[in-house]
């Protein structure tokens, strides 16, 4: 079952890493990071960004070129994916300055089934939330310290989710 929930977050073509929480978390104590809870949605959405990348990982200490938390992962095509039941995806988006809006913010996450509203390009890259018709599910959600985006910067968000 893993298996074929991965292979369908693979084909769709509706991920999003959302990007938001622009206020602090706590005005007594701005600098405390809450920990994600179960069921936590995002808070004051800037905008979506399209997924750059959804490919499936599978752990590599040898040969892995992704690091999260320790854990080196190893990009594997569809093939090599079916023969081992992959059930780890990576996703990944580049916040360009020049496409995405400059702000403070708190969280990010990723949405997949995200519905666009009527009239919308098909592929439209960013987009801010009354151009959203459904959000769809939200997989994932990380809470930070506030990182301010730069006029003169790109920025990768990514994650890899077990599914």
Partial sequence: MKTYQTFNLFKDKNVFIAVGKTSPWNPENPEKVPDVSYGQTMAEIVALKRADQVRFV??????????????KWRL???????????????????L??????ICNYRQTGVYAGTILVDGSPVNKQVVKPDEVKDM????????????????????????????
Avoid: K, M
């Fill in 96 to 101: 360009r300055y020049d496409e995405f809006p």
């Fill in 58 to 71: 599978t752990p590599d200490d040898t040969n892995g070129t992704i690091i999260q938390r320790g854990q």
């Fill in 76 to 94: 594997i095509e569809e093939v090599e994916a079916r023969a081992i039941d992959c059930r780890w995806l990576y996703v990944q988006a580049w």
């Fill in 136 to 163: 769809g599910f939200l997989l994932a959600v990380t809470n930070q310290s506030p990182l301010q985006r730069e006029v003169t910067h790109r920025e990768s968000i990514e994650y890899i989710l077990e599914l």
